[in-house]
């Protein structure tokens, strides 16, 4: 069983909708990240938040907004979204500790934007 | 910007030997991790390396040169579970993970 949960699992969307993903991590870490994965391409960092603080912004447009409420959550809203935004969202967490800090993935909302 | 390769597709038999080769080029380095995702699924990390070496985990291996900007992931035994994506990542900050393509396996019977 994971440690790290996304809501929801699937969506599909018009690109004058606005929705959001859900991630949850349960196990006491202090850095989340958003990734987005499209087919054939290898995972994109899109946002790190350490300790409820944004700490990496990779030139992500502005029609992704992140939002980190406590160290356990963290969303991503989106509004006005084009169909090349269709891809995998991932969500991670770490401890945040020195060495090895690995990286611990959800599931992943699957995105299709119509 | 960061540059990390793999091959995109290897293919084995049950019970063989397949050694996945990541390159990279990086602006800084701070460790390089291994993960495995099955279709459909979340990466689950399999192997971290930050010193030259080889680091052994059972029927997995994996190999770094820092020198050489080279790792490599060894799946000993393939098993038909094994058939997945494999994916090279490279640290190279406090936070920020550089993924390359990935490298799908299949093994066949």
């Known amino acids: 069983e994971t440690g790290v949960t996304q809501t929801p699992r699937h969506l599909v969307m018009g690109m004058t909708n606005k929705k959001s993903l859900k991630c949850e991590q349960h196990?006491?870490?202090?850095?989340m990240y958003w990734y987005k994965q499209s087919a054939k391409k290898p995972l994109e960092l899109m946002f790190v938040?350490?300790?409820?603080?944004?700490?990496e912004n990779n030139s992500v447009p502005s029609r992704f907004s992140p939002e980190c409420p406590n160290s356990s959550h963290l969303f991503l809203h989106l509004h006005t979204l084009q169909p090349e935004d269709s891809a995998l969202y991932l969500c991670?967490?770490?401890?945040?500790?020195?060495?090895?800090?690995?990286?611990?993935f959800g599931p992943g909302t699957r995105l299709l934007v119509l | 910007g960061q540059n990390i390769d793999q091959p995109t597709e290897m293919t084995a038999t049950e019970g063989a030997i397949v050694q996945i080769n990541c390159t990279y080029q990086?602006?800084?380095?701070?460790?390089l991790f291994w993960y495995q995702q099955h279709a459909g699924e979340a990466p689950t990390f399999l192997s971290y390396?930050?010193?030259?070496g080889l680091e052994e985990k059972g029927r997995f291996s994996s190999f770094l040169s820092r020198s050489k900007g080279y790792s490599y992931l060894l799946l000993k035994e393939l098993q038909m579970k094994d058939s997945a994506s494999y994916l090279c990542?490279?640290?190279?900050?406090?936070?920020?993970?550089?993924f390359g393509a990935g490298t799908t396996v299949t093994v066949r019977a």
């Open positions: 991670a967490s770490s401890p945040q500790r020195q060495g090895q800090e690995t990286q611990y």
């Open positions: 196990l006491g870490h202090n850095a």
């Open positions: 938040y350490s300790l409820e603080e944004r700490v």
């Open positions: 990086t602006s800084g380095f701070n460790g």
């Open positions: 390396n930050v010193l030259d």
């Open positions: 990542a490279v640290r190279d900050g406090d936070y920020k993970l550089s």
